[in-house]
Every structure is written in C-alpha cells, then in structure tokens.
C-alpha cells in the first residue's frame, strides 16, 4: 500500500536554528515526491519536488530536501529558520505509475519557530 | 490576488442538509481537483477533472457529487449531510492532469465545512 509518514506532528525551534522535518514514504515503484506548505488561513503552497536525478532538490525560501530510496525517506531540511517559517508543512507522494495529481498526504508537521 | 477562489471561507451546516463548495480558477487550467482535509486524516484526494470531464473518483459516498458548469469551475455537491463530512475542502488545478511532471498543483485557500 501507499503511504507517506511525518512522525513528528508538532516541531519547535528557535529562530536562527537549522531544521530537519522527516518524512517517510512507502511506495515500491518510482515515486514522485513534493513538500507543500500552508501558511495560516492560506492554501497549499509547492516548496520543492523531486523527480528523479540529483537527490538533493532545491526548493523556495532556502529549503532543500533530500531523497534516499534505501531508506524510503525525503526529509526537509532548511539551515537556518525564520519566523515566517512558520506553518504546517506537508510531504506529499504520487505514484510515478499513475502520472497524475492523486496525491497522497502525510498527515502534515506544524512547525513553530520561536523569536 | 488569489487565482483559485473558493466560497464560501466558512460553512456551517445541519445533518441532513444539502450544501454546495463553489471553486473557480482563473489561471487558464484544464484540470481541476477537489481535497478534503479532516480532523483527523491526512489530506485525501477526491476527484479530478480534465476539460470538464471526471477522470478520478477516490470519493466512496455518491453524496459527494463533482458539477463542471465552465471549464473553470468545478463546484462540489454535498448531499445528506453527516457530522463526520466536517473537513475543510481544498480545491486545486493544473494546466493538464496527467503532466505531473511538467507542472505545478494550485490550490485554492480551502472551505471550511462545519456539520453539526
């Protein structure tokens, strides 16, 4: 079955502080997978996805995130925060196979960067 | 300037009721999608929508009926409603469905739905 994990469903850091929110995926063929974000009282926004090739992608406002198939993971990962970054930050899977937009969440981490 | 609107922001509802979520997109796309997000799930993909038609239905209930009037508006009909429908929807599009690759998902700002 398919499924995307985020085991950390609340992180706080300081601003200033280097942040790693984890996720796990399960899929056994090619995935595609993305970090969405959603600011308070706002929709869904791509930070990064990744496709294939290097594994490390590069997203929006210094995040990056890096793809390991023998661990089944694409964490997050941003070296110094700030305030603003702030929001509930979703991993996302889709199944390479099906080529179209029937994503499969994980259950989102709130991240709570403290002044 | 948000180029998917969905309304209303907020909805309260009685079981048993019937309610419709508008969403419009004004970013020219063919594909359109409808998510729901509850208390205590993940985000779900429900339908997608390509030139009006549906080429994805993840919905079990058929009290969730999608309604493509324009090829920029896909409404959602709600029928018979429970408590347990209470989420907030999420509408979204892309230039094509099936070019995930290529392209970017949009999402609408979401309408939150209250049944009480």
């Known amino acids: 079955a398919q499924s995307v994990t985020q085991p950390d469903a609340r992180v706080t850091v300081s601003e200033g502080a280097s942040l790693q929110l984890r996720c796990k995926y399960s899929?056994?063929?090619?995935?595609?997978l993305f970090w969405y974000v959603q600011y308070p009282r706002q929709g869904l926004q791509l930070l990064l996805k990744?496709?294939?090739?290097?594994?490390v992608v590069q997203g929006v406002n210094g995040f990056e995130a890096e793809f390991s198939k023998s661990n089944s993971s694409f964490h997050l990962r941003k070296a110094s925060v700030h305030w603003s970054d702030s929001a509930v930050y979703f991993c996302?899977?889709?199944?390479?196979?099906?080529?179209?937009?029937?994503?499969?969440f994980g259950s989102g981490t709130q991240l709570t960067v403290m002044p | 300037d948000p180029k998917i609107i969905q309304k209303p922001k907020y909805l309260v509802a009685v079981t048993g009721s019937e309610k419709i979520l508008i969403c419009e997109q004004y970013?020219?796309?063919?594909?359109m999608y409808w998510y729901r997000q509850s208390a205590k799930k993940p985000l779900e993909f429900m339908f997608s929508?390509?030139?009006?038609?549906?080429?994805d239905n993840q919905t079990a209930s058929s009290r969730f009926q999608p309604q493509s009037s324009k090829k920029n508006h896909l409404d959602l009909q709600i029928t018979a409603l429970k408590p347990d429908d209470s989420a907030t929807y999420f509408c979204?599009?892309?230039?094509?469905?099936?070019?995930?690759?290529?392209?970017?998902?949009?999402f609408g700002h979401g309408t939150k739905l209250s049944v009480l």
């Open positions: 996302v899977l889709s199944p390479a196979s099906s080529g179209s937009w029937q994503l499969i």
């Open positions: 990744y496709y294939s090739g290097d594994p």
């Open positions: 899929y056994s063929g090619t995935p595609y």
């Open positions: 929508y390509s030139y009006q038609k549906l080429m």
């Open positions: 979204a599009s892309s230039q094509e469905e099936r070019e995930i690759s290529n392209e970017r998902l949009f």
């Open positions: 970013l020219g796309h063919n594909a």
